[in-house]
């Protein structure tokens, strides 16, 4: 688990006012829905209670650091107590929500390679967004974006997002990256340091590398693959495999492969990044030519929440912008408002423009967003791509399952 940032400078100094959106029932019945829709016309009093699963980083209450705490206001403001599941990865998320019948838990911080699942099995609610102060302030590219809007309907509201960038160690890697050659390709130095993300949606990044170096396949996009072009993914994979050291799942598991050396190359979050560049290790990220995939994470409710005015509560909370500059600076993601670059940039100065790439449309639209692949190539060829259940299935032959 993360132990906190030597954030010194980059403390936020935030005053958690009234919540983004309230105003009870006045039975105090719960979320009120009009007799045409189900979708709720107003938040009722909260239920006292709220159980989520996230991210790690996503939900803090000051316990890490006392500089970041934006559940305790939340608490206090609407007389809902937070419990937190953390989850490691996007299919350990969608089983979690999925228990008890879908009720044991009121919501999620669900990326793009999990959201879709989640609105295909029912297993989230349809949201009123018009109940969500601030909505409009989300970038372009996240108001309604495929991984959490079907249909025009809203799925939840959208939190932090970012690049799946490629770390390496500048002792090791003199010379900076320019390309994910030296991730991929068998005659890497690196090779048996190299780490790559252990998930079936990491096939994507595959995919974009094939895109450049394999033109000929006629991949457009990374999440959109036929039978041949994903063959191709997997034989690309599948060499990769040999001068990888680790895979990881959990972040904590990059993060201590490149602080003990083991590492020195390979794909992470900026969240790895920013946790041992506060450590004084040795890293450095960047973008390479072909392009990167991404992740644009997004709270979703329970179509079963037992919680839903606290939940709602909470979207509304994680809609303002001193939330989403603290829950960035924290994590190392990029908030989904354009409101939240100003505090953001008071936190951490000139690097909410060239890190974080706060409020940055064209930056955040070059990334190949995590989304669930499916059947539909979402083109004229029709029904003739590949879905995720065959992606993990192919996944298991690169891990040797």
Known sequence: ?????????????????????????????GVGSSESSNLPTEIGEGEGELN???????????????????????????GCKVNVKYGDTSDEMVT????GGGAEYDGVSASGDA??????????????????????????ALQEPGHNTVDGKHYGVPYLWGPNVLMYNTDVVKETPSSWDVTFEEDSPYAGQVTAYDSPIYIADAAVYLMTHNPDLGITDPYELTEEQLDAAIDLLTEQSAIIGKYWAAYSDE?????????????????????LQSD??????????????????????????????????????????????????????TPSLTTACEPLTKAIGKSADTVYHCGDETFLEDIFLWKTPLPDCGDDRGQVCTDYSEWTTRWQEVRGG
């Open 1 to 29: 688990m993360r132990t906190g940032l030597k954030l010194g400078a980059l403390l936020l100094a935030l005053s958690m006012g009234a919540a983004a959106c309230g105003g009870g029932d006045d039975d105090g019945s």
């Open 52 to 78: 989520l699963i996230a991210w790690s980083g996503y939900v803090e209450d000051g316990s890490n650091d006392k500089a970041f705490d934006w559940v305790t206001p939340f608490e206090e403001k609407t």
């Open 96 to 99: 979690l929500m999925r228990q």
């Open 115 to 140: 959201s879709n699942r989640l609105i295909a099995g029912g297993d989230v609610a349809e949201v009123n967004i018009d109940l969500i102060e601030g909505y409009d302030d989300v970038m372009g």
């Open 255 to 275: 993060i201590d492969g490149f602080a003990s050396g083991d590492l020195a190359i390979g794909t992470a979050w900026p969240y790895q990044v920013n946790v």
């Open 280 to 333: 004084d290790e040795p890293v450095e990220a960047v973008v390479p030519e072909e392009g990167v995939t991404g992740w644009a994470d997004t709270w979703m409710i329970s179509s079963n929440a037992e919680h839903p005015n606290c939940m709602y509560e909470w979207m509304s909370w994680t809609m303002r912008p001193e939330v989403q500059a603290q829950a960035a600076t924290w994590f190392g993601g």
